[in-house]
T-cell receptor, first 112, second 114 residues
Framework: DAGVTQSPTHLIKTRGQQVTLRCSPKSGHDTVSWYQQALGQGPQFIFQYYEEEERQRGNFPDRFSGHQFPNYSSELNVNALLLGDSALYLC???????????FGPGTRLTVL | AQTVTQSQPEMSVQEAETVTLSCTYDTSENNYYLFWYKQPPSRQMILVIRQEAYKQQNATENRFSVNFQKAAKSFSLKISDSQLGDTAMYFCAFMNSGYSTLTFGKGTMLLVSP
């Protein structure tokens, strides 16, 4: 049973560019959440997708957007990249049972 | 808004010893979940243990156990018989019942030495 997968593993972009990160949830999960983890910090919630809609959103600007596909996989898009967007981006999937989120290995984004 | 505080940036312990990591949280909710996650250098966030606030009994998973004090809003993690593989960053996290988003603390780096 495959767990949560994310691609790419690493990414280097320059300021002002746009980036798309991808996540495939664990089999049987229908909800995907995205978190940003800056160096030396705990993860911060960006947004959550369920039934192809954004269900909840954290305190992140509109430059951060997402999408969920019918197969429950998800994308995170960041426009107009800033140096401060450099971080590890984590995807977590869950199902109806509350409280159990499984994390992927993350995508390390570096903005130069 | 909920907050999670981990007051120990770093902890060290020797193999086979016991160590306790501290966590406090602030919420006005009555129903919620608390978690400890482990993040080794490989970056994968791994669930260690989960506690439901309505359960008075402390959760236990093998060598890992918690001391959940709801009135004090305290949720500490005890690791018994520490192993080298326990070396990692440990995060305490909170989730409101009815929501499914996690609020994390800043983490405690645990180093287990031979």
């Amino acid at each position: 049973d495959a767990g949560v997968t994310q691609s790419p593993t690493h990414l280097i972009k320059t300021r002002g560019q746009q980036v798309t990160l991808r996540c495939s949830p664990k089999s049987g999960h229908d909800t995907v959440s995205w978190y940003q983890q800056a160096l030396g910090q705990g993860p911060q919630f960006i947004f959550q997708y369920y039934e192809e809609e954004e269900r909840q959103r954290g305190n992140f600007p509109d430059r951060f957007s997402g999408h969920q596909f019918p197969n429950y996989s998800s994308e995170l898009n960041v426009n107009a990249l800033l140096l401060g967007d450099s971080a590890l981006y984590l995807c977590a999937s869950s199902s109806i049972l509350p409280g159990l989120q499984y994390f992927g290995p993350g995508t390390r984004l570096t903005v130069l | 808004a909920q907050t999670v505080t981990q007051s120990q940036p770093e902890m060290s312990v020797q193999e086979a010893e016991t160590v306790t990591l501290s966590c406090t949280y602030d919420t006005s909710e009555n129903n919620y979940y608390l978690f400890w996650y482990k993040q080794p250098p490989s970056r994968q966030m791994i669930l260690v243990i989960r506690q439901e606030a309505y359960k008075q009994q402390n959760a236990t998973e093998n060598r890992f156990s918690v001391n959940f004090q709801k009135a004090a809003k305290s949720f500490s993690l005890k690791i018994s018989d520490s192993q080298l593989g326990d070396t990692a960053m440990y995060f305490c996290a909170f989730m409101n019942s009815g929501y499914s988003t996690l609020t994390f603390g800043k983490g405690t780096m645990l180093l287990v030495s031979p």
